[in-house]
């Protein structure tokens, strides 16, 4: 019987030194690995390191016994323990047994934010695909890919999307899994669900949408989507659609019937440019406006609790020397939501909430390296920068925040490059924040 603790580290350790990412990531793109051969090989590999966060696996045929076998062995004790954040199983030749045990190991996973499933053999198979929506909604998954498993089509579109609801999962590939003008209403459905889809990037190409689906979609997301920042909908068969009785999606404001044209298209086009556009822009003044408020709110709110709690507060104040702090909290709750106009209700209260607690200032120190890693769920998110090739060769790039020039102050010394680095750890931290509060997208409830 195979053991996970059969390879021992010094059988698989590497021959030559492998960089600082290399150690943390294993690559076996197309090497042949088949079945539960495979899976042991590539088990050994993870036994022989310290920590693995990434697998690459794409490109072989570890089939449905194979990944079995690999993601029982990642959902035991030992396998919990590597902080595995990405997986590439794309063209695997993975069925639906294998789908079963990869949705066992999403089951209340925190660290794995991206998964890549692309051309395998899934099917609709009704208790899969449902067991596979409920492990995403209970874990911290980011990016599912599904491109290119063409037996999918519209069952799995039906079975799939009603049952999806994570609040994490932000980005979702569905691009030639052989979609049709039957699968538009459920995509419409669940992108206008504002408490059940968070995406900012979907991608449908390749299907047979039709032009009349795609213009379903494209319509959903101008009536009540605020999140999707980035949609692609090409090659999907607008050529042809379903001759079926007209609805009210084909008809236009002058109460005459709309099928294709190039025209059409174009104004679709036009529409989907200027939806994303809109989006884009009330994200950012989101974003904008929650961080702004933070910074006020903690000045007026935690002050308001030192204030109640002095013991020479008394109710006589000269009107001469009247402040702020003696306004009853409601009327200070009023001013402050004068400074985020576009903010909703709910998310000022969830960002007074926040403000207001000493338990979430940060601490005067910073943590030891190896305290904060220990203790991090997301192990994607580590506390260094990521360079900019362009700065070292003379080019200048904008600041990643542009906020009070809050990209340029650093996290540390020595720690944040600011401005001049691709990715800047101190966004995101900001960016889990937001999250934290409801603050990555506008919300079109209740705004003041």
């Not at 692309?118 to 890919?145: E, G, Y």
């Not at 979702?172 to 209403?185: D, E, N, R, V």
């Not at 104004?267 to 989907?272: F, G, I, S, T």
């Not at 929650?290 to 903690?298: D, E, G, I, M, T």
Request: hydrophobic share 40%; proline share 4%; aromatic share 8%.
């Amino acid at each position: 019987m195979f053991s996970f603790n059969s390879y021992s580290r010094s059988k698989s350790s590497p021959s030559k030194a492998l960089s600082l990412s290399g150690r943390t990531q294993i690559e076996c793109m197309d090497r042949g690995l088949r079945s539960v051969n495979g899976a042991k090989h590539i088990i050994g590999l993870i036994n022989s390191r310290r920590t693995v966060t990434k697998l690459f696996l794409g490109h072989n045929i570890l089939s449905d016994d194979g990944c079995v076998l690999l993601f029982t062995f990642l959902s035991s004790p030992l396998g919990r323990k590597c902080p595995i954040a990405e997986i590439s199983l794309n063209a695997n030749s993975i069925g639906d047994r294998g789908l079963a045990a990869i949705s066992a190991y999403l089951m209340d996973n925190t660290t794995l934010t991206e998964l890549f499933l692309q051309d395998n053999l899934f099917t609709s198979d009704p208790k899969t695909v449902t067991q596979f929506a409920h492990a995403i909604n209970q874990s911290h998954l980011r990016l599912l890919s599904l491109t290119t498993n063409r037996s999918l089509a519209d069952d799995f579109c039906r079975l799939f999307l009603p049952a999806l609801r994570s609040r994490y999962l932000h980005e979702l590939h569905l691009s030639a899994i052989g979609l049709t003008y039957s699968s538009a209403p459920y995509i419409a459905e669940y992108i206008t669900s504002t408490d059940r889809c968070q995406l900012h990037t979907l991608k449908c190409n390749g299907n047979h949408l039709t032009f009349r689906g795609v213009r379903m979609i494209i319509r959903a997301i101008e009536r009540a989507n605020f999140g999707l920042a980035a949609v692609e909908l090409y090659a999907n068969n607008i050529l042809s659609g379903p001759d079926s009785e007209d609805t009210d999606d084909d008809v236009t404001g002058t109460g005459t019937t709309q099928g294709y044209n190039p025209n059409a298209w174009q104004d679709v086009e036009k529409l989907l440019k200027q939806v994303l556009g809109r989006n884009t822009h009330l994200k950012k003044e989101t974003w904008k406006e929650a961080l702004q408020l933070l910074v006020y709110s903690r000045a007026v709110l935690l002050s308001s609790k030192e204030s109640l709690n002095d013991s020479s507060n008394t109710l006589a104040v000269p009107i001469s020397g009247f402040r702020f702090n003696h306004f009853p909290i409601e009327i200070k709750l009023h001013v402050l939501s004068f400074l985020s106009p576009t903010l909703c209700s709910s998310q000022r209260a969830r960002i007074f909430t926040y403000a207001s607690s000493t338990s979430t200032l940060p601490p005067l120190l910073p943590p030891l390296a190896s305290t904060s890693f220990a203790r991090s769920a997301e192990p994607a998110v580590f506390s260094m920068c990521v360079p900019d090739p362009l700065v070292t060769m003379g080019f200048t790039t904008p600041s990643v925040w542009t906020v009070n020039n809050l990209g340029d102050r650093g996290c540390a010394p020595g720690k944040c490059m600011g401005r001049r680095s691709l990715l800047c750890h101190l966004e995101q931290r900001r960016m889990l924040w937001l999250e934290q509060v409801g603050c990555l997208a506008y919300d079109q409830t209740e705004v003041v």
